[in-house]
Protein backbone atom coordinates (compact mmCIF):
# COMPACT_ATOMS: atom_id res chain seq x y z
CA UNK A 1 0.00 0.00 0.00
CA UNK A 2 0.86 3.29 -0.72
CA UNK A 3 2.12 5.23 2.59
CA UNK A 4 2.37 8.86 2.95
CA UNK A 5 4.24 10.42 5.99
CA UNK A 6 4.67 13.96 7.04
CA UNK A 7 8.79 14.90 7.82
CA UNK A 8 8.87 17.12 10.17
CA UNK A 9 11.66 19.35 12.04
CA UNK A 10 10.06 20.39 14.98
CA UNK A 11 6.73 22.21 14.25
CA UNK A 12 7.90 22.42 10.34
CA UNK A 13 6.76 20.63 7.81
CA UNK A 14 9.48 19.80 5.42
CA UNK A 15 7.78 17.46 2.94
CA UNK A 16 6.07 14.43 2.39
CA UNK A 17 7.73 10.53 2.01
CA UNK A 18 5.83 8.68 -0.15
CA UNK A 19 6.58 4.98 -0.29
CA UNK A 20 4.89 1.85 -0.99
CA UNK A 21 5.58 -0.43 2.11
CA UNK A 22 5.21 -3.52 0.19
CA UNK A 23 8.75 -2.80 -0.79
CA UNK A 24 11.14 -3.33 1.10
CA UNK A 25 15.37 -2.01 1.60
CA UNK A 26 16.65 1.47 0.60
CA UNK A 27 15.34 2.70 -2.96
CA UNK A 28 16.30 4.76 -4.90
CA UNK A 29 14.98 8.31 -3.89
CA UNK A 30 13.14 11.10 -5.94
CA UNK A 31 13.16 14.76 -4.58
CA UNK A 32 9.89 16.31 -5.64
CA UNK A 33 9.34 20.18 -5.99
CA UNK A 34 6.03 21.58 -7.26
CA UNK A 35 5.91 24.89 -8.87
CA UNK A 36 4.79 26.32 -6.14
CA UNK A 37 7.84 25.15 -3.51
CA UNK A 38 4.66 23.73 -1.81
CA UNK A 39 3.35 20.08 -1.02
CA UNK A 40 0.10 20.03 -3.24
CA UNK A 41 -2.10 17.32 -4.68
CA UNK A 42 -0.25 17.53 -7.88
CA UNK A 43 3.10 17.11 -6.90
CA UNK A 44 1.56 14.21 -4.61
CA UNK A 45 -0.41 12.21 -7.54
CA UNK A 46 3.55 12.36 -9.37
CA UNK A 47 5.18 10.94 -6.89
CA UNK A 48 2.90 8.00 -6.76
CA UNK A 49 3.48 7.36 -10.52
CA UNK A 50 7.11 7.79 -10.15
CA UNK A 51 7.21 4.96 -6.46
CA UNK A 52 5.56 2.33 -9.51
CA UNK A 53 9.24 2.04 -10.75
CA UNK A 54 10.88 1.16 -7.82
CA UNK A 55 11.67 4.58 -6.29
CA UNK A 56 10.72 6.28 -2.78
CA UNK A 57 9.76 9.88 -3.20
CA UNK A 58 9.83 13.03 -1.00
CA UNK A 59 7.93 16.38 -2.30
CA UNK A 60 9.17 18.73 -0.38
CA UNK A 61 8.14 22.77 0.78
CA UNK A 62 10.98 24.37 -0.45
CA UNK A 63 9.95 27.46 1.64
CA UNK A 64 11.09 25.44 4.57
CA UNK A 65 14.95 24.45 3.12
CA UNK A 66 16.82 27.49 4.82
CA UNK A 67 15.83 30.01 2.56
CA UNK A 68 14.30 33.43 4.42
CA UNK A 69 11.63 33.46 1.44
CA UNK A 70 7.74 32.43 1.74
CA UNK A 71 7.12 32.92 -2.14
CA UNK A 72 8.88 30.61 -3.81
CA UNK A 73 9.04 31.96 -7.14
CA UNK A 74 10.84 34.82 -6.39
CA UNK A 75 13.95 32.83 -5.42
CA UNK A 76 17.30 33.26 -7.24
CA UNK A 77 18.76 30.70 -8.87
CA UNK A 78 21.06 30.40 -5.85
CA UNK A 79 18.79 30.72 -3.58
CA UNK A 80 16.79 27.66 -5.67
CA UNK A 81 19.95 25.20 -5.44
CA UNK A 82 19.85 25.97 -1.47
CA UNK A 83 16.49 24.77 -1.50
CA UNK A 84 17.49 21.99 -3.85
CA UNK A 85 20.48 20.46 -1.87
CA UNK A 86 18.55 20.87 1.56
CA UNK A 87 15.78 18.61 0.05
CA UNK A 88 18.27 16.08 -1.32
CA UNK A 89 19.92 16.32 2.45
CA UNK A 90 16.34 16.23 4.13
CA UNK A 91 15.59 12.66 1.52
CA UNK A 92 19.39 11.04 2.89
CA UNK A 93 18.73 11.73 6.96
CA UNK A 94 15.03 11.63 7.58
CA UNK A 95 14.16 9.30 10.31
CA UNK A 96 11.93 7.28 7.99
CA UNK A 97 14.52 8.07 4.57
CA UNK A 98 17.66 6.32 6.74
CA UNK A 99 16.78 2.79 5.50
CA UNK A 100 14.08 3.24 3.03
CA UNK A 101 16.34 5.44 0.64
CA UNK A 102 19.71 4.39 -1.49
CA UNK A 103 21.48 7.69 -0.65
CA UNK A 104 23.83 6.95 -3.93
CA UNK A 105 21.25 7.33 -6.10
CA UNK A 106 18.86 10.54 -5.46
CA UNK A 107 17.26 12.68 -8.35
CA UNK A 108 15.04 15.63 -8.41
CA UNK A 109 12.10 16.19 -10.47
CA UNK A 110 10.77 19.94 -10.88
CA UNK A 111 7.95 21.40 -12.37
CA UNK A 112 7.67 25.17 -13.52
CA UNK A 113 9.46 27.02 -11.48
CA UNK A 114 10.42 23.87 -9.55
CA UNK A 115 11.72 22.85 -12.87
CA UNK A 116 13.99 26.06 -12.77
CA UNK A 117 15.26 24.80 -9.22
CA UNK A 118 16.53 21.62 -11.02
CA UNK A 119 18.20 23.89 -13.70
CA UNK A 120 19.50 26.33 -11.32
CA UNK A 121 21.10 23.20 -8.77
CA UNK A 122 22.53 22.08 -12.09
CA UNK A 123 24.45 25.42 -13.00
CA UNK A 124 25.86 25.19 -9.45
CA UNK A 125 27.22 22.42 -9.11
CA UNK A 126 25.20 20.41 -6.45
CA UNK A 127 25.20 16.46 -6.83
CA UNK A 128 22.57 14.33 -7.51
CA UNK A 129 22.19 11.40 -10.17
CA UNK A 130 19.54 13.29 -12.16
CA UNK A 131 16.87 15.69 -12.88
CA UNK A 132 13.98 16.04 -14.55
CA UNK A 133 12.41 19.68 -15.73
CA UNK A 134 8.81 19.99 -16.59
CA UNK A 135 8.04 23.07 -18.39
CA UNK A 136 10.97 25.45 -17.04
CA UNK A 137 10.24 28.77 -17.43
CA UNK A 138 13.30 29.58 -19.97
CA UNK A 139 13.34 33.18 -19.75
CA UNK A 140 14.87 32.88 -15.94
CA UNK A 141 16.96 29.54 -16.38
CA UNK A 142 20.42 30.49 -15.76
CA UNK A 143 22.70 32.01 -18.07
CA UNK A 144 26.13 29.69 -17.28
CA UNK A 145 26.39 26.19 -15.74
CA UNK A 146 29.43 24.92 -13.76
CA UNK A 147 28.27 21.19 -12.84
CA UNK A 148 29.68 18.95 -9.86
CA UNK A 149 32.90 17.50 -11.25
CA UNK A 150 32.51 14.52 -8.79
CA UNK A 151 28.73 13.82 -9.68
CA UNK A 152 26.91 15.85 -12.71
CA UNK A 153 23.61 14.97 -12.77
CA UNK A 154 22.23 13.81 -16.30
CA UNK A 155 18.89 16.03 -17.04
CA UNK A 156 16.19 15.81 -18.78
CA UNK A 157 14.48 19.09 -19.92
CA UNK A 158 10.59 19.18 -20.74
CA UNK A 159 10.40 23.02 -21.76
CA UNK A 160 6.47 23.59 -23.69
CA UNK A 161 5.97 24.48 -27.23
CA UNK A 162 5.03 27.99 -26.01
CA UNK A 163 8.95 28.23 -25.00
CA UNK A 164 10.66 27.67 -28.55
CA UNK A 165 12.03 30.77 -29.18
CA UNK A 166 14.29 30.23 -26.15
CA UNK A 167 15.32 26.60 -27.01
CA UNK A 168 18.33 27.40 -29.20
CA UNK A 169 19.47 29.81 -26.21
CA UNK A 170 19.08 27.60 -23.43
CA UNK A 171 20.86 24.65 -24.91
CA UNK A 172 24.02 27.44 -25.79
CA UNK A 173 23.94 28.19 -22.11
CA UNK A 174 23.95 24.43 -20.59
CA UNK A 175 27.00 24.08 -23.39
CA UNK A 176 29.08 20.96 -23.48
CA UNK A 177 29.67 20.47 -19.65
CA UNK A 178 26.32 19.24 -19.14
CA UNK A 179 24.82 15.94 -20.10
CA UNK A 180 21.12 16.48 -21.19
CA UNK A 181 18.47 15.91 -23.36
CA UNK A 182 15.71 18.19 -24.76
CA UNK A 183 11.89 16.49 -25.25
CA UNK A 184 9.53 19.09 -26.61
CA UNK A 185 5.74 18.13 -27.79
CA UNK A 186 3.17 19.71 -30.28
CA UNK A 187 0.52 22.21 -28.90
CA UNK A 188 1.95 22.55 -24.92
CA UNK A 189 2.19 25.87 -23.00
CA UNK A 190 3.78 26.23 -19.51
CA UNK A 191 2.30 23.57 -16.96
CA UNK A 192 0.48 21.46 -19.44
CA UNK A 193 0.82 18.62 -17.18
CA UNK A 194 -0.74 19.83 -14.40
CA UNK A 195 -4.09 18.49 -14.38
CA UNK A 196 -5.92 21.71 -12.22
CA UNK A 197 -4.45 23.98 -15.08
CA UNK A 198 -6.10 25.68 -17.84
CA UNK A 199 -2.98 24.41 -19.87
CA UNK A 200 -3.55 20.78 -19.21
CA UNK A 201 -2.86 18.33 -22.30
CA UNK A 202 -3.66 15.25 -21.69
CA UNK A 203 -2.30 12.69 -23.99
CA UNK A 204 1.10 15.12 -24.09
CA UNK A 205 0.97 15.28 -20.28
CA UNK A 206 0.76 11.00 -20.62
CA UNK A 207 4.23 11.14 -23.07
CA UNK A 208 5.95 13.41 -20.78
CA UNK A 209 5.21 10.48 -18.45
CA UNK A 210 6.54 7.71 -20.20
CA UNK A 211 9.58 9.56 -21.40
CA UNK A 212 10.36 10.23 -17.70
CA UNK A 213 9.67 6.95 -16.49
CA UNK A 214 11.74 5.22 -18.72
CA UNK A 215 14.74 8.11 -17.97
CA UNK A 216 14.21 7.86 -14.38
CA UNK A 217 14.36 3.82 -14.76
CA UNK A 218 17.99 4.03 -16.67
CA UNK A 219 18.76 6.46 -13.74
CA UNK A 220 18.08 3.80 -11.21
CA UNK A 221 19.56 0.90 -13.03
CA UNK A 222 22.84 2.97 -12.87
CA UNK A 223 23.38 2.74 -16.82
CA UNK A 224 22.65 4.57 -19.43
CA UNK A 225 23.53 1.95 -22.09
CA UNK A 226 19.66 0.75 -23.09
CA UNK A 227 19.14 -2.70 -23.17
CA UNK A 228 17.35 -3.73 -26.37
CA UNK A 229 19.47 -1.39 -28.83
CA UNK A 230 22.40 -3.42 -29.54
CA UNK A 231 23.78 -4.09 -32.58
CA UNK A 232 21.70 -7.84 -34.11
CA UNK A 233 23.21 -10.65 -35.56
CA UNK A 234 22.21 -10.75 -39.18
CA UNK A 235 24.76 -13.46 -40.00
CA UNK A 236 23.00 -16.01 -37.39
CA UNK A 237 19.65 -14.04 -36.66
CA UNK A 238 17.15 -15.26 -33.90
CA UNK A 239 15.02 -18.69 -34.63
CA UNK A 240 12.25 -17.69 -35.90
CA UNK A 241 13.75 -14.71 -38.11
CA UNK A 242 12.95 -15.07 -41.70
CA UNK A 243 14.27 -12.71 -44.55
CA UNK A 244 13.07 -12.65 -48.43
CA UNK A 245 13.60 -11.30 -50.99
CA UNK A 246 10.98 -9.80 -53.83
CA UNK A 247 10.25 -6.97 -56.46
CA UNK A 248 7.72 -4.53 -55.95
CA UNK A 249 6.43 -1.93 -57.79
CA UNK A 250 6.67 1.95 -57.99
CA UNK A 251 4.06 2.83 -60.39
CA UNK A 252 5.41 1.50 -63.76
CA UNK A 253 9.47 0.76 -62.17
CA UNK A 254 10.80 -2.36 -60.32
CA UNK A 255 12.55 -2.62 -57.58
CA UNK A 256 13.93 -4.91 -55.09
CA UNK A 257 12.72 -5.16 -51.99
CA UNK A 258 12.95 -7.34 -48.75
CA UNK A 259 10.89 -8.31 -45.63
CA UNK A 260 12.51 -9.45 -42.55
CA UNK A 261 9.73 -10.93 -39.60
CA UNK A 262 9.38 -13.14 -36.84
CA UNK A 263 7.29 -16.08 -38.57
CA UNK A 264 5.99 -17.07 -35.14
CA UNK A 265 4.41 -13.63 -34.83
CA UNK A 266 1.08 -13.15 -36.18
CA UNK A 267 -1.33 -9.72 -36.34
CA UNK A 268 1.73 -7.49 -36.01
CA UNK A 269 2.52 -3.91 -37.39
CA UNK A 270 5.06 -3.34 -39.81
CA UNK A 271 7.70 -0.54 -40.14
CA UNK A 272 9.40 0.85 -43.13
CA UNK A 273 12.84 1.50 -43.40
CA UNK A 274 14.47 4.30 -45.13
CA UNK A 275 18.13 4.28 -45.20
CA UNK A 276 20.68 6.53 -45.51
CA UNK A 277 22.38 8.58 -48.60
CA UNK A 278 24.50 5.18 -48.51
CA UNK A 279 21.58 2.94 -49.94
CA UNK A 280 20.24 -0.18 -48.40
CA UNK A 281 23.29 -1.55 -47.35
CA UNK A 282 25.02 -3.08 -44.34
CA UNK A 283 23.69 -0.76 -41.38
CA UNK A 284 19.81 -0.58 -42.85
CA UNK A 285 20.07 -4.51 -43.00
CA UNK A 286 20.79 -5.06 -39.47
CA UNK A 287 18.34 -2.42 -38.58
CA UNK A 288 15.57 -4.74 -40.83
CA UNK A 289 16.26 -7.23 -38.52
CA UNK A 290 16.60 -5.13 -35.17
CA UNK A 291 12.89 -4.40 -35.93
CA UNK A 292 11.90 -7.81 -36.13
CA UNK A 293 13.71 -9.07 -33.34
CA UNK A 294 11.54 -6.41 -31.14
CA UNK A 295 8.73 -8.21 -33.43
CA UNK A 296 7.59 -6.14 -35.96
CA UNK A 297 7.19 -6.76 -39.91
CA UNK A 298 10.43 -5.12 -41.80
CA UNK A 299 10.25 -3.78 -45.13
CA UNK A 300 13.37 -1.90 -47.08
CA UNK A 301 12.13 1.43 -48.98
CA UNK A 302 14.41 1.28 -51.93
CA UNK A 303 15.06 4.61 -53.11
CA UNK A 304 18.00 4.15 -55.53
CA UNK A 305 16.73 1.02 -57.17
CA UNK A 306 19.52 -0.65 -56.26
CA UNK A 307 20.22 -4.16 -55.25
CA UNK A 308 19.71 -4.82 -51.70
CA UNK A 309 22.99 -5.34 -49.49
CA UNK A 310 25.12 -2.80 -52.66
CA UNK A 311 25.95 0.58 -50.90
CA UNK A 312 27.30 3.57 -52.67
CA UNK A 313 31.25 4.73 -51.75
CA UNK A 314 31.89 7.34 -53.76
CA UNK A 315 30.71 10.56 -52.19
CA UNK A 316 30.12 12.27 -55.37
CA UNK A 317 27.67 9.95 -56.68
CA UNK A 318 26.17 9.94 -53.24
CA UNK A 319 25.20 13.37 -53.44
CA UNK A 320 24.15 12.98 -57.09
CA UNK A 321 21.58 10.43 -56.20
CA UNK A 322 20.86 12.09 -53.19
CA UNK A 323 19.71 15.49 -55.62
CA UNK A 324 17.94 13.67 -57.18
CA UNK A 325 15.16 13.12 -54.40
CA UNK A 326 15.75 16.23 -52.10
CA UNK A 327 15.48 19.80 -53.34
CA UNK A 328 14.44 22.34 -50.87
CA UNK A 329 11.45 24.08 -52.14
CA UNK A 330 11.45 21.38 -54.38
CA UNK A 331 7.53 19.96 -54.53
CA UNK A 332 7.70 17.95 -57.21
CA UNK A 333 10.66 15.74 -55.93
CA UNK A 334 9.31 15.77 -52.35
CA UNK A 335 5.82 14.24 -53.81
CA UNK A 336 8.21 11.97 -55.84
CA UNK A 337 9.85 10.99 -52.67
CA UNK A 338 7.34 10.46 -50.50
CA UNK A 339 5.40 8.09 -53.44
CA UNK A 340 8.84 6.49 -53.42
CA UNK A 341 8.78 5.59 -49.60
CA UNK A 342 5.04 4.58 -49.79
CA UNK A 343 5.47 2.08 -52.28
CA UNK A 344 7.16 0.05 -49.83
CA UNK A 345 4.81 0.62 -47.65
CA UNK A 346 1.58 -0.43 -49.93
CA UNK A 347 3.59 -3.64 -50.52
CA UNK A 348 4.23 -4.91 -47.05
CA UNK A 349 0.77 -3.74 -45.74
CA UNK A 350 -0.13 -6.64 -48.21
CA UNK A 351 1.82 -9.19 -46.15
CA UNK A 352 -0.14 -11.73 -43.83
CA UNK A 353 -1.67 -10.39 -40.87
CA UNK A 354 -0.01 -7.00 -40.35
CA UNK A 355 -2.09 -4.72 -39.17
CA UNK A 356 -0.79 -1.13 -40.15
CA UNK A 357 2.68 0.48 -40.55
CA UNK A 358 4.94 3.25 -39.40
CA UNK A 359 7.85 4.67 -41.06
CA UNK A 360 11.37 5.15 -39.87
CA UNK A 361 14.47 6.63 -41.39
CA UNK A 362 18.09 7.75 -41.25
CA UNK A 363 19.98 10.88 -42.31
CA UNK A 364 19.10 11.41 -45.82
CA UNK A 365 16.17 8.69 -45.10
CA UNK A 366 15.07 10.75 -41.96
CA UNK A 367 14.82 14.01 -44.62
CA UNK A 368 12.49 11.07 -46.30
CA UNK A 369 10.40 10.24 -43.44
CA UNK A 370 10.18 14.04 -42.40
CA UNK A 371 8.77 14.41 -46.20
CA UNK A 372 6.22 11.33 -46.27
CA UNK A 373 4.68 13.44 -42.96
CA UNK A 374 5.02 17.09 -44.54
CA UNK A 375 3.09 15.61 -47.53
CA UNK A 376 0.42 13.71 -45.22
CA UNK A 377 1.47 10.36 -46.23
CA UNK A 378 -0.58 7.69 -44.11
CA UNK A 379 1.54 6.16 -41.37
CA UNK A 380 1.13 5.73 -37.39
CA UNK A 381 3.93 6.78 -36.40
CA UNK A 382 6.68 9.21 -38.54
CA UNK A 383 10.39 8.61 -37.00
CA UNK A 384 12.88 10.48 -38.25
CA UNK A 385 16.58 9.79 -37.07
CA UNK A 386 19.25 12.74 -37.66
CA UNK A 387 16.96 13.57 -40.71
CA UNK A 388 18.03 17.12 -42.11
CA UNK A 389 14.56 19.09 -41.91
CA UNK A 390 14.36 20.71 -45.52
CA UNK A 391 11.07 22.40 -46.57
CA UNK A 392 9.54 19.98 -49.48
CA UNK A 393 6.13 20.86 -49.42
CA UNK A 394 5.18 24.68 -50.19
CA UNK A 395 2.59 25.46 -47.72
CA UNK A 396 1.26 28.76 -49.26
CA UNK A 397 0.19 27.04 -52.57
CA UNK A 398 -3.42 26.53 -52.44
CA UNK A 399 -3.03 23.17 -54.24
CA UNK A 400 -1.19 21.56 -51.42
CA UNK A 401 -4.24 20.52 -49.38
CA UNK A 402 -3.48 16.81 -47.67
CA UNK A 403 -3.86 16.78 -44.30
CA UNK A 404 -0.89 15.53 -41.33
CA UNK A 405 -1.82 11.89 -40.94
CA UNK A 406 -0.19 9.77 -37.89
CA UNK A 407 1.70 11.00 -35.19
CA UNK A 408 5.90 12.62 -36.30
CA UNK A 409 8.89 11.88 -34.33
CA UNK A 410 12.54 13.20 -34.39
CA UNK A 411 15.11 12.28 -32.80
CA UNK A 412 18.61 14.56 -33.45
CA UNK A 413 22.06 15.43 -31.32
CA UNK A 414 22.88 19.07 -30.21
CA UNK A 415 25.79 18.67 -32.89
CA UNK A 416 23.72 18.24 -36.09
CA UNK A 417 23.38 21.15 -37.93
CA UNK A 418 20.97 19.63 -40.10
CA UNK A 419 17.85 19.76 -37.06
CA UNK A 420 19.07 22.55 -34.79
CA UNK A 421 18.55 26.21 -34.14
CA UNK A 422 16.90 28.25 -36.26
CA UNK A 423 16.13 25.65 -38.76
CA UNK A 424 14.35 23.25 -35.81
CA UNK A 425 12.33 26.59 -34.98
CA UNK A 426 11.13 27.65 -38.33
CA UNK A 427 10.37 23.95 -39.03
CA UNK A 428 8.72 23.34 -35.83
CA UNK A 429 6.55 26.51 -36.22
CA UNK A 430 5.89 25.56 -39.99
CA UNK A 431 4.29 22.26 -38.49
CA UNK A 432 2.53 23.64 -35.48
CA UNK A 433 0.76 26.28 -37.74
CA UNK A 434 -0.64 23.11 -39.70
CA UNK A 435 -2.07 21.73 -36.64
CA UNK A 436 0.64 18.67 -36.74
CA UNK A 437 1.09 16.30 -34.04
CA UNK A 438 4.69 15.84 -33.59
CA UNK A 439 7.51 15.56 -30.43
CA UNK A 440 11.68 16.29 -30.67
CA UNK A 441 14.34 14.84 -28.97
CA UNK A 442 17.87 16.12 -28.50
CA UNK A 443 20.72 14.84 -26.89
CA UNK A 444 23.73 16.83 -26.20
CA UNK A 445 26.76 16.01 -27.69
CA UNK A 446 25.45 13.82 -30.31
CA UNK A 447 26.64 13.79 -33.77
CA UNK A 448 24.78 13.48 -37.23
CA UNK A 449 24.72 9.70 -37.62
CA UNK A 450 25.11 9.11 -33.87
CA UNK A 451 22.38 5.50 -34.33
CA UNK A 452 25.35 3.88 -36.46
CA UNK A 453 26.89 1.32 -34.39
CA UNK A 454 30.08 1.02 -36.52
CA UNK A 455 30.56 4.94 -37.14
CA UNK A 456 33.23 6.90 -35.11
CA UNK A 457 29.61 9.57 -34.48
CA UNK A 458 28.20 6.49 -32.73
CA UNK A 459 26.86 7.11 -29.27
CA UNK A 460 25.34 4.84 -27.82
CA UNK A 461 23.36 6.50 -25.15
CA UNK A 462 21.48 8.81 -27.28
CA UNK A 463 21.01 5.78 -29.95
CA UNK A 464 19.43 3.48 -27.17
CA UNK A 465 17.39 6.20 -25.71
CA UNK A 466 15.89 7.42 -28.94
CA UNK A 467 15.35 3.53 -30.28
CA UNK A 468 13.80 3.23 -26.53
CA UNK A 469 11.30 6.29 -27.27
CA UNK A 470 10.17 5.54 -30.55
CA UNK A 471 9.16 1.83 -29.01
CA UNK A 472 7.37 3.69 -26.98
CA UNK A 473 5.51 5.74 -28.57
CA UNK A 474 3.97 2.53 -30.60
CA UNK A 475 2.98 0.70 -27.47
CA UNK A 476 1.21 3.58 -26.13
CA UNK A 477 -0.11 3.98 -29.69
CA UNK A 478 -1.17 -0.23 -29.40
CA UNK A 479 0.79 -1.00 -32.69
CA UNK A 480 1.94 -3.79 -30.78
CA UNK A 481 3.30 -7.03 -32.06
CA UNK A 482 0.75 -10.23 -31.59
CA UNK A 483 0.30 -13.99 -30.45
CA UNK A 484 3.59 -15.46 -30.08
CA UNK A 485 5.13 -12.52 -29.59
CA UNK A 486 5.88 -13.49 -25.46
CA UNK A 487 9.80 -14.75 -26.47
CA UNK A 488 10.40 -11.53 -28.18
CA UNK A 489 8.77 -8.74 -26.35
CA UNK A 490 10.03 -5.77 -26.22
CA UNK A 491 12.29 -4.44 -23.54
CA UNK A 492 10.55 -4.96 -19.67
CA UNK A 493 11.01 -0.76 -19.68
CA UNK A 494 8.11 -0.56 -21.66
CA UNK A 495 5.62 -2.58 -19.68
CA UNK A 496 6.81 -0.23 -17.00
CA UNK A 497 6.10 2.59 -18.41
CA UNK A 498 2.81 1.79 -19.73
CA UNK A 499 1.94 0.76 -15.84
CA UNK A 500 3.21 4.15 -15.22
CA UNK A 501 1.47 6.30 -17.93
CA UNK A 502 -2.41 3.82 -16.48
CA UNK A 503 -1.64 5.10 -12.77
CA UNK A 504 -1.19 8.63 -14.38
CA UNK A 505 -4.50 8.26 -15.74
CA UNK A 506 -6.02 7.58 -12.91
CA UNK A 507 -5.28 10.43 -11.58
Not at 172 to 201: I, R
Request: hydrophobic share 40%; charged share 20%; glycine share 8%.
Amino acid sequence: AIVKTNIMDGDKMLGKFIHDDAVSGAKPGIVIISETGKVNDFAESQAEAMIGIGARAMVIDATMMGVDKADFTTYSNMEMSTAVIAGIEATKTCELCKTAVDSNKISVVGYGHGANAVLAATAMGATFNAGIAYTPILANAPSSYSPSASMAPRLLIMPDYDSISMLAAMEKNLGSSVNYEVFMQYATKPWFNVDTNDNYAKDQAARALTQSASFLSQVFAGTFSVAGSAKPNVAAPLTNIVSSDFKYMDGTEELDGRIVRDSSISSTHAVVVVPAWKGFESYAIERLHYLANNGFVAMSANIYDLPIGAGIDDMAQRGGNVSLWREANNDAKGRAFARRIDAARDHVLKEKDVTGASVIGFCFGGTGVYNTYRFGSEYDVHASFHGSMISTRDFTDASNTAAFKGYLAMYSGTEDAGESGDTLITHLKELSDKSGKWEVTRYSGAQHGYTEWDSARYQAYAEGRSFDSFMAILKMKKLTVGSGASTLAAPTLLAVVAAVAALFYAH
